[in-house]
């Protein structure tokens, strides 16, 4: 089992930052998908970035040249940079790992394929 740990969330005007991070502590794989994603208020929970354990990213459309996912393995972080934030990234934001990977598996931008999740992290930018 794998537990996630998110932090960094907050408050922020329009246009302004937030680096969001998620802690991994128990059996952590060589191979991994790990992912952020988000859930505003009466909406369905979508993707935001994910990362797979060589480095290979994606994003959403709505947030790309805007947020970064990195990870640092030495730590076992994962990380999220959202700049130029902007009133409709309002939402709680989750980390997620997918640890079935196998040589080839693409990291799904949606959550169906992960199975371990954090708590959540709000952001609320106004």
């Known amino acids: 089992h794998v537990q996630l740990v998110e932090s960094g969330g907050g408050s922020v005007q329009a246009g302004g930052s937030l680096r969001l991070s998620c802690v991994a502590s128990g059996h952590i794989y060589t191979r991994y998908c790990m992912g952020w994603f988000r859930q505003a208020p009466g909406k369905e929970r979508e993707g935001v970035a994910t990362?797979?354990?060589?480095?290979?990213?994606a994003s959403a459309d709505s947030v790309k040249g805007r947020f970064t996912i990195s990870q640092d393995k030495a730590k076992n972080t994962l990380n999220l940079q959202t700049n130029r934030l902007k009133l409709e990234d309002t939402a709680m934001y989750y980390c997620?790992?997918?640890?079935?990977?196998?040589?080839?598996?693409?990291?799904?931008?949606?959550?169906?394929?992960?199975?371990?999740w954090g708590q959540g992290t709000q952001v609320t930018v106004s």
């Open positions: 997620a790992a997918d640890l079935r990977v196998f040589p080839g598996t693409l990291c799904s931008i949606g959550p169906s394929q992960y199975d371990y």
């Open positions: 990362i797979r354990s060589d480095g290979t990213t």
